[in-house]
């Protein structure tokens, strides 16, 4: 039965693959709209890995077929503009649509699978998905009793750890909506260009939306316009941005980074 590891570009699918990676390959599910940062990633541990395994190790990326009104979307903006419905707590399939599906459905072509689930020791309380009719879910990090600390030992080690930008605490996904204000805030000083995305994205769906109400990507967030012209205007501090602060849990983590 083949192996595949779910790849995010985060601390425990790249220390699986460190492990793993021998007789495994990885698999990572585009949205379209992952940070530039995380797509050098994949690249460098595809490049790491091989030379550990003797170029024994693909990492292959796969992306979604979504279908509304009548049109197909491969990426997760135009899905956003199309749908005029943007991801949220309580609306969270840009997961399951552009992550688990995709995914699936790639995975399918090999028969009867083990994916692996970078779910850390101290995770084991996190709830564990049922196999499927043609994949079977397995968490070596957990049956291995391997802890978020030893993992990033392993990529330290390995040269792999992921020196992401602040702006990147919850997850590689550009418009995560589970993204701090301070997140925002270090994007729209740190990374313009993405930051606009979202708020392009913003205005869009205010523009043509049929909502009375403004709506906001995030809540918190009065306007993602008005948040840039906050942070363009220095009125705060930068190691504000910097701080160590507690990374909340999230649901979507092992399969979006975080």
Known sequence: MRKFIAFSGGVESSAMCVLFGKNAHAVFAD??????????RIDKVQETIRKLHNNDFTIYKVKAEVRQNGKI??????????????????????TDKFKIRPMDKFLKQFGNVILMIGLNYNEQHRSIRNSSDHITYSYPLINNKITRESCIKILKKSGLYPNF????QRGGCVGCFYKSKKEFYAMALLSPDEFKQVEDIEEYLNKHGTKKKYYSVRDGIKSMKELRKLAGSGMFKIEEMYGDYDQPET????????
């Open 251 to 258: 649901p979507c983590g092992v399969f979006c980074n975080r």
């Open 165 to 168: 930008p602040v702006y990147m």
């Open 73 to 94: 979307f491969d990426n997760l903006p135009a899905y956003i503009k199309e749908s005029f419905l943007y991801p949220s707590p309580k609306y969270r399939y840009c």
């Open 31 to 40: 949205t379209g709209w992952e940070h530039q940062a995380v797509y050098d």
